[in-house]
Nanobody, 118 residues
């Protein structure tokens, strides 16, 4: 069984920074795309940033220049460095990964809450 475990959320003031981490555990043959999503109350879940196995990166426009996604393939981890945080960044943040076990499957973490106070 594969598990994604996020950490690093919390409460921060406007303009502050947080670093989210996500570790992938289990019988892993390899990991393709890794991503961070977020969901604010009353909103749909949206993709924030993705990074492929070969480090091709994409961001949603609202976080470009403020957030940075990275991954460590030796540790099966993905990170999201969030700078210049705004109240509108407040949401539950979810890790997502395409993981090879017996076949390629998509997995979600349990989420970590980020609250940005004004």
């Amino acid at each position: 069984q594969v598990q994604l475990v996020e950490s690093g959320g919390g409460l921060v003031q406007t303009g502050g920074s947080l670093r989210l981490s996500c570790a992938v555990f289990g019988n892993i043959g390899g990991i393709e795309n890794m991503a961070w999503y977020r969901q604010a109350p009353g909103n749909q879940r949206e993709m924030v940033a993705t990074v492929s196995r070969l480090n091709s990166i994409k961001y949603v426009d609202s976080v470009k220049g403020r957030f940075a996604i990275s991954r460590d393939n030796t540790k099966n981890e993905v990170y999201l460095q969030m700078n210049s945080l705004k109240p509108e960044d407040t949401a539950d943040y979810y890790c997502n990964a395409d993981v090879w076990t017996d076949r390629l499957r998509n997995y979600w973490g349990q989420g970590t809450q980020v609250t940005v106070s004004s």
